[in-house]
């Protein structure tokens, strides 16, 4: 089983880029689908978006599409989520998720690993 760590959050103000990091351990990264979810204050988690294991497969909520994107590099066990045009309604703690499964779920509960989070502000 992977374990994640993510980095890359910090205030940032709106219209400004940031790039998230989730560093996995374990030989078998290849295998997950993985996601990325967030939480904000007062809020229920929510889907953010999801790839597959070759990352040729892209899921990307509606509130995010067009602004975000996923990505992998299964050589170096990361998985990436580059967050531009940020809006002040993006702030949110944001998680990496892990799956041993063939399809990326859109559900928090359809992932069995998490990171621990890391936190993203905008500013307007």
């Known amino acids: 089983q992977v374990q994640l760590v993510e980095s890359g959050g910090g205030l940032v103000q709106a219209g400004g880029s940031l790039r998230l990091s989730c560093a996995a351990s374990?030989?078998?990264?290849?295998?997950?689908?993985m996601g990325w979810f967030r939480r904000a204050t007062g809020k229920e988690r929510e889907f953010v978006a999801a790839i597959s294991w070759s990352g040729v497969n892209t899921y990307y909520a509606d509130s995010v599409k067009g602004r975000f994107t996923i990505s992998r590099d299964n050589a170096k066990n990361t998985v990436y989520l580059q967050m531009n045009s940020l809006k002040p309604e993006d702030t949110a703690d944001y998680y990496c998720?892990?799956?041993?499964?063939?399809?990326?779920?859109?559900?928090?509960?359809?992932?069995?690993?998490w990171g621990q989070g890391t936190q993203v502000t905008v500013s307007s």
């Open positions: 374990g030989r078998t990264f290849s295998r997950y689908v």
């Open positions: 998720a892990a799956d041993p499964t063939i399809t990326p779920g859109l559900n928090d509960y359809e992932y069995d690993v």
